[in-house]
């Protein structure tokens, strides 16, 4: 796409209201909008294999919605709006809240959304049969659907104890998902967004936090074999986020390079967009992708991000 004088003047205002913060406030909206920039980037190829995307589109870079879900272009999915709907229950409760979080889910739920995971809707279904938000513990419930959600918990608890961190990040998870492989995917994401916030640079972070993660659980290697159609399994997802995060230098690459791989393309996209958002800061976010975000959705996710990070910074 060429950019006309016209598009750079409409776009301008967005770059400015996004330059105009402290680089901590700036990498978590960046955070945010990466993961709607990755959702919606990666929905119109979700399902699809690294071959077919090359058949039907050749190298897939644009925001162009379509994909098994049909989307309007701009659109976002479930990984998106369970966040911001987490989100919205963490402002209300000043903290993050299992309960809180169940009745947020559930009203998502209710709300019809474009497309919801198999164990958040089991899950959701029983929480409205029993009120209790936690879920039975479950050696199967390892998808991804509580790690594609982290954000807004990872920005409410900067500069909070590991202690706080990790009961944050499972009262959230637990709601749906209660697995242990799950669990060490959600509060790695989270101590990874918290380090990027910090300014650590990826070397330090990958050793950190990637390293430590597959030496607790080995499943998670991602130096092997490239991840293709990464399914929906926790593991996968994070081997194809970290593959294509730690092998690129900017924004734009990585989420071309981990899109393209299909399979669950959509919450492949938002994760590694919203570490590479907190990684490369507003600056890196290009403008055609910002400007292809849905207005409502762009300002929602901008918005939800500053009053987070705010409440993170009255609670330490
Ligand atoms: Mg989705
Ligand atoms: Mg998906």
Not at 155 to 179: K, L, Y
Not at 278 to 306: H, I, T, V
């Amino acid at each position: 796409m060429f950019w006309t004088g016209e598009l750079i003047a409409r776009t301008a205002p967005i770059r400015r209201r996004l330059l105009q913060r402290s680089p901590r406030t700036d990498r978590a909206v960046a955070a945010y909008l990466g993961l709607a920039i990755g959702d919606a980037l990666g929905a119109t190829v979700e399902f699809l294999t690294p071959n077919e995307i090359r058949q039907n589109i050749g190298v897939h870079r644009d925001i162009t919605g379509g994909g098994w879900l049909r989307l309007k272009a701009g659109q976002v999915t479930d990984d998106t709006t369970m966040s911001l709907a987490l989100g919205q229950s963490i402002l209300a409760s000043s903290r993050v809240d299992a309960l809180a979080a169940a009745q947020a889910f559930d009203a998502w739920m209710r709300a019809k959304p474009v497309d919801i995971g198999n164990t958040v809707r089991r899950n959701l279904i029983t929480f409205r049969k029993t009120g209790n938000p936690e879920a039975s513990a479950s050696e199967h419930d390892a998808g991804n659907g509580a790690a594609m959600r982290v954000l807004p918990v990872a920005i409410a608890t900067f500069g909070q104890s590991t202690e706080a961190i990790i009961a944050a990040s499972r009262a959230q998870a637990h709601v749906t998902h209660h697995n242990e492989l799950s669990d060490a995917a959600c509060e790695t994401l989270i101590l990874m967004v918290h380090d990027f916030l910090a300014g650590k640079n990826p070397v330090e972070v990958e050793k950190l936090r990637a390293e430590d993660l597959v030496r607790r659980y080995p499943v998670f290697a991602y130096d092997k074999k490239r991840r293709e159609n990464p399914s929906g399994f926790v593991v996968d997802t994070l081997q194809a986020v970290f593959q294509a995060f730690f092998a690129t230098e900017t924004f734009e690459d990585c989420l071309v390079d981990v899109v393209n791989r299909g399979g669950d393309a959509d919450t492949t996209g938002a994760i590694a967009g919203m570490l590479a958002g907190a990684r490369y800061g507003c600056a890196e976010l290009p403008e055609r992708w910002l400007k292809g975000l849905d207005e409502s959705w762009r300002d929602a996710c901008e918005k939800q991000a500053e009053q987070l990070f705010e409440l993170a910074n009255l609670s330490v």
